[in-house]
């Protein structure tokens, strides 16, 4: 049992290289790694008072490589599947906790900058390096926010085969916008 399960991680691994190659799912490792950097221009600073862009930073970096690895070894379906029955995708799941990062790293943006103006002298500099890289932080969470919007909008909206959409036979939903078929 533990050799299927260490052949199924390693098959999973070898399909997330070009997996992380299309759109939104790039954006995945280069939100850990714009973390990591965030983690060594807060860290310069020295000051006691940053603690809220360390909880910020800090739940950036895990959200990312939680994303990551869950996303790499193919396990966002089956996860999701026994979480909420089937009822949530991961690409709303993703699309919410980007929107919420991303708002936090909007709002540490103005906190970075307001430090770096309260230290004018040596350690504004690393307050402004994290307030610069925190707004690449926060594109790289609204970047694949507003694309997996998109996404999920022409879907509820008919985007896709009308003849396929007219021949498929849905289940009934409680939330579902569509009439029953």
Not at 51 to 61: A, D, Q, Y
Request: with cysteine.
């Amino acid at each position: 049992e533990y050799n299927n399960i260490f052949l199924l991680a390693e098959n999973s691994l070898m399909d997330a290289g070009s997996i992380f190659l299309r759109l939104p799912h790039a954006f995945k490792p280069l939100q850990a790694l714009n973390a990591v950097i965030l983690f060594v221009c807060v860290a310069s600073t020295g000051s006691a008072e940053n603690g809220i862009l360390w909880f910020v930073i800090v739940v950036s970096f895990l959200v990312s490589v939680a994303a990551t690895l869950i996303f790499a070894l193919n396990l966002q379906d089956s996860i999701l599947e026994r979480l909420t029955n089937g009822t949530i995708s991961w690409n709303m799941v993703e699309m919410v906790y980007s929107f919420v990062v991303g708002v936090l790293c909007a709002i540490s943006v103005w906190v970075a900058f307001g430090f770096a103006n309260n230290h004018i002298g040596g350690v504004s500099a690393g307050f402004i390096a994290t307030g610069l890289f925190l707004i690449v932080q926060t594109a790289l969470y609204a970047v694949p926010c507003v694309i997996i919007y998109d996404a999920v909008r022409q879907e509820q909206n008919g985007g896709g085969d009308s003849f396929a959409q007219a021949s498929a036979v849905e289940a009934a939903h409680p939330f579902s916008d569509r009439p029953y078929q």
